[in-house]
């Protein structure tokens, strides 16, 4: 029943050099920051990071950011971070700027099995370059491909021994598109439960996405 939980060593061991991680959180709310704590812990760089945004500079997701981990980001938007619009701008980091709701659809995309979505959205603009435009019955439409990762970082409010996870509130804009996008899936929860206390319909995410679930020294399972 417990083979799904992991102390944070086994979980730093898991990141290389190289990866796409995919991370959940709005806002800098909902963001797995413990996990977040063993990807710097693991010295891994030249990442590829898949976020809606790229939080504060010194906080949260921003801090892969800060420590020089990153070498390209793919979110919605960067403004609030301007330590990352900085280094974009010095060309440190390779930016790829998605709309918002293009970027929830490439990662449900990635992990229904989907060859991508169809959209007006950036037509006519900078987001429209490299992409294919398809006509559907005399309408153009911009086809945004899937997105998937390595790893992906869940923030959730409550998981089970199985896996199965519930969120709160803005925690379930993007965690729930991570944990299925994610060929490994990583979890942080702010409270563990019996494998009986959730009920079928409150469960968001079920366990056969999740890979590990994060747990401190001494916990009890």
Known sequence: ???????????????????????????????PNRLIDCVIASGARHLTLISNDSGDADLTIGRLIHHGLVDKLIASHIGRNTETVALVAAGKIELELVPQGSLAERMRCGGSG???????????????????????????????????????????????????????GTMRNFNPLVAKASRLTLVEADMLVDVDELGVDAVVTPGVYVDKILTLPGATL
């Open 114 to 168: 989907l060859g991508g979505v169809l959209t007006k959205t950036g037509i006519g603009t900078l987001v429209e370059e490299g992409k294919r435009r398809i006509e559907i019955n005399g309408e153009v439409w911009l086809l945004e491909v899937p997105l998937q990762a390595d790893i992906g970082l869940v923030r959730a409010r409550t998981a089970d021994p199985l896996g199965n996870l519930t969120y709160r």
């Open 1 to 31: 029943m417990a083979e799904k939980f992991a102390l944070p060593d086994d979980i730093t061991a898991l990141f290389k050099d190289g990866q796409t991680l995919m991370c959940g959180g709005f806002a800098n709310h909902g963001v």
